[in-house]
């Protein structure tokens, strides 16, 4: 079994700072790309930023410039430093990984449970 499991949601006040953390465990040979998506209430789930295992990273333009992608290889676990939070920045924050659990497996994407954001004062 493979588990994902985000940690760092929170209330802050617009303009603050924030860092979600998401650790994956469990039986994992290889972890390729991993990412953070969030979901606003009444919207769909959208894209913040992926990293490949090689350090690579993609943003959405919303965030660009504010927030940070980075991974711990050795850890299994992936960041996300989120600057200059604004009200717009609420959601639920979900982060994926695309995970082999054994050598010859092909990888499939898993899933945290989310932790909630919000930027309010």
């Known amino acids: 079994q493979v588990q994902l499991v985000e940690s760092g949601g929170g209330l802050v006040q617009p303009g603050g700072a924030l860092r979600l953390s998401c650790a994956a465990s469990?039986?994992?040979?290889?972890?390729?790309?991993m990412g953070w998506y969030r979901q606003a209430p009444g919207k769909q789930r959208e894209l913040v930023a992926t990293?490949?295992?090689?350090?690579?990273?993609n943003y959405a333009d919303s965030v660009k410039g504010r927030f940070t992608i980075s991974r711990d290889n050795a850890k299994n676990t992936v960041y996300l430093q989120m600057n200059s939070l604004k009200p717009e920045d609420t959601a639920v924050y979900f982060c994926?990984?695309?995970?082999?659990?054994?050598?010859?497996?092909?990888?499939?994407?898993?899933w945290g449970q989310g932790t909630q954001v919000t930027v309010s004062s």
């Open positions: 994926n990984a695309d995970i082999a659990r054994w050598r010859f497996q092909p990888p499939r994407v898993y």
């Open positions: 469990g039986s994992i040979f290889s972890i390729n790309d």
């Open positions: 990293i490949t295992s090689g350090g690579s990273t």
